[in-house]
């Protein structure tokens, strides 16, 4: 419901003296903001003085123009104030800067207005209250607006041409033109880190889980390239899955990283690290990377981040080769006998524990037993020796991590 208002005498002692020394009231304003509010102490010259003047006076100028007609403000009235707002952001200063400033000035405004009356201008003063009161409720709901619909524009196209930026890198191409588009500065090492998040499906399928996923992705960007200075990090994620750039010498460990991410998620969270000696060298870390992540994900090990250090023997273990298709070839004649290759499965779990394994199956600790005797029957090495044991997990290792191309991540992180 809009305000009562009554026109504002233009022609009263209080407003002529008001009026007189404008464009020194609008440097005031300027000077008043500049002096309060931080970033703005920051601007160039060129920003902070004939354009935030220039500003300042029209505002005013529109501040006199509506009050002496009666009225509040309407979106013609706000058109100027709206392009300043989404000018600042544009420039990434802060909405909460750009108000503090706006209504510092306004703040000045009024202080002068006070300096100027007497007893005898009480009516004017309280009208001019009015009227301040009702621009000011006018313009900063302008302002937020037209500063968050530029703000989320801006940051979209940012984030585009980061995303873009990332795949570049990780496909190795030339990104010297992309880093410029994104006016992002690479260092000299990154970190690869390959992540997803457990018990969330790789393509929503309605919309509640679409929207957990954008929350997921929110969530992802706030923590890298905000609570934890991502001044040169680039992060391409999808909720689901995705890919972070970090610097060599971040600040901030990968693992705490990861950890706070499966804490805002609410959600484990499975990644690893492969470092990249220079820029030239993130595909074969990123390749890298998905070898440990998937290697990881085979062997059952529970959510966390991981590093070529953490597997380093099962790796070697399963790369091609003579010895793993040798390892492989040892588990050939239990291909017929599914029940085998799973009591084998779980032995290597359980190791000694016979009674824990047997439960695990289902069996009977005897029934476990035979199987155990079956297995050395048709492989010929014996799970209960320390050394075929060796054998028989080095064969199971290299068997279960052959890798599956429908399952792996795609080269390029997805959005």
């Not at 006076?57 to 002496?68: R, W």
């Not at 005898?120 to 009227?131: I, K, L, T, Y």
């Not at 010498?249 to 990249?276: G, I, K, M, N, Q």
């Not at 000696?277 to 290697?295: D, S, T």
Request: charged share 20%; with cysteine.
């Amino acid at each position: 419901m809009p305000l009562p208002l009554t026109p504002l005498r233009m022609d009263s002692p209080l407003l002529r003296r008001v009026v007189g020394q404008l464009a020194g009231l609008a440097q005031d304003a300027v000077s008043g903001a500049v002096a309060e509010v931080g970033v703005y102490r920051q601007l160039s010259a060129e920003l902070a003085g004939p354009e935030l003047n220039a500003t300042a006076l029209s505002h005013l100028l529109t501040f006199l123009a509506v009050a002496e007609q009666g009225r509040e403000a309407g979106p013609g009235d706000l058109a100027a104030i709206m392009v300043s707002a989404g000018r600042r952001a544009e420039e990434r200063i802060p909405l909460s800067d750009v108000l503090d400033a706006y209504l510092t000035g306004a703040r000045v405004v009024w202080q002068a207005v006070i300096a100027a009356a007497g007893p005898q201008d009480r009516a004017d003063v309280e009208s001019f209250v009015a009227h301040l009161l009702a621009f000011l409720h006018r313009t900063t709901v302008a302002i937020t607006a037209t500063y968050v619909r530029v703000h989320a524009t801006v940051s979209s196209v940012e984030r585009d041409a980061r995303h873009a930026l990332c795949a570049a890198l990780l496909a190795g191409q030339d990104a010297g033109n992309l880093a410029a588009q994104a006016e992002f500065a690479l260092v000299r090492s990154y970190s690869v880190v390959t992540l997803t998040v457990a018990g969330v499906p790789s393509r929503p399928g309605n919309t509640g889980e679409l929207a957990s996923a954008r929350r997921r992705v929110r969530q992802a960007h706030d923590l890298v390239e905000r609570r934890h200075g991502g001044e040169h990090r680039l992060v391409a994620f999808d909720g689901h899955s995705g890919v972070l750039l970090l610097p060599a010498a971040d600040s901030v460990s990968p693992e705490a990283l990861v950890r706070d991410l499966a804490a805002a998620f609410a959600l484990p969270v499975t990644a690893a690290l492969a470092p990249a000696a220079e820029v030239e060298a993130i595909p074969a870390a990123f390749e890298l990377a998905r070898e440990i992540y998937e290697l990881a994900r085979a062997l059952d090990r529970p959510a966390g981040l991981y590093r070529l250090s953490d597997l380093m023997v099962e790796y070697q273990i399963t790369r091609p080769g003579p010895a793993r298709d040798a390892l492989e070839a040892v588990l050939g004649p239990l291909r017929e006998h599914p029940h085998l290759l799973e009591t084998l499965r779980v032995n290597m779990r359980y190791g000694l524990d016979r009674q824990a394994a047997a439960k695990a199956l289902g069996l009977h600790a005897n029934t476990y037993s035979y199987r155990l005797r079956r297995i050395a029957e048709v492989t010929g090495l014996d799970a209960t020796d320390a050394a075929d044991a060796r054998v028989l997990a080095s064969a199971m290792l290299a068997s279960s991590t052959r890798r599956n191309p429908q399952g792996r991540n795609t080269a390029e992180p997805r959005r």
